[in-house]
């Protein structure tokens, strides 16, 4: 359903932004992207040329959509070969298959995103970077759990590592890497590499890697 909404919305764009005077002069649709976090990152991955493998182990429809450049998939799901039992029963679509995303995207990872999904660790949210073909890029916040200090809100109930720096950290890759991945201006993603060594865990210390 959160697919087709997608789709709907991106095949429907001229007439949304024709709702509002003033609104379709100032959007380029030459630079669209998408993201999500969580299950939201599996949809916008879907998005990206993601497909989720069948029982069977056979990919599934590609619902990938020309109009999306660029993504950026926080926590996003890994593969479905160590699913906890309840998550093999009740999640048959976290089974994602990588290898076909081919458009451009940033994976945030936490250092400390243990999924009750998954009986693997943290790297588990890794997958989406290390299993997809370039170009790509790698965020890892070393202190970071599965809501990133509150990206989902201010007062989340569900925050585990409540942290208004490392939300704005998020925030702030996320913008740095789509205005370098869609405007071929990368100052301000080389800006924040240079912050990796500068920054203490307390506010979110980060590493990079790209392919």
């Known amino acids: 359903m959160r697919i087709a909404d997608l789709h709907a919305v991106l095949d429907g764009l001229s007439d949304i932004l024709d709702q509002l005077s003033g609104l379709t ?25 993601a497909r989720v493998f069948d029982t069977e182990g056979n ?19 890994g593969t479905g070969d160590t699913l906890t039992p309840f998550a093999l029963k009740y999640l048959p679509f976290a089974r994602p298959d990588f290898s076909s995303m081919t458009t451009p995207a940033l994976v945030i990872a936490g250092g400390k995103d243990q999924s009750a999904m998954s009986t693997r660790g943290p790297d588990w949210f890794t997958d989406a970077y290390h299993l997809s073909p370039a170009p790509k890029q ?24 409540e942290d208004p720096a490392r939300v704005v950290l998020v925030a702030d890759a996320v913008s740095a890497y789509l205005h370098d991945v869609l405007s071929t201006d990368a100052r301000s993603w080389h800006a924040l590499q240079d912050l990796q060594d500068q920054t203490s865990h307390s506010t979110g210390a980060f590493s990079t890697d790209s392919k």
């Open 59 to 77: 990919p599934g429809e590609d619902f990938s959509h020309p109009s999306v450049k660029a993504g950026a998939l926080i926590a996003a799901t």
């Open 25 to 49: 002069a100032r959007v380029d649709r030459d630079r669209i992207a998408v993201v999500g976090h969580s299950w939201g990152a599996q949809t916008a991955g879907a998005l990206l040329g």
């Open 138 to 161: 790698l965020l890892t916040i070393a202190e970071g759990e599965h809501l990133f200090g509150g990206i989902s809100g201010e007062a989340a109930k569900d925050t585990t590592d």
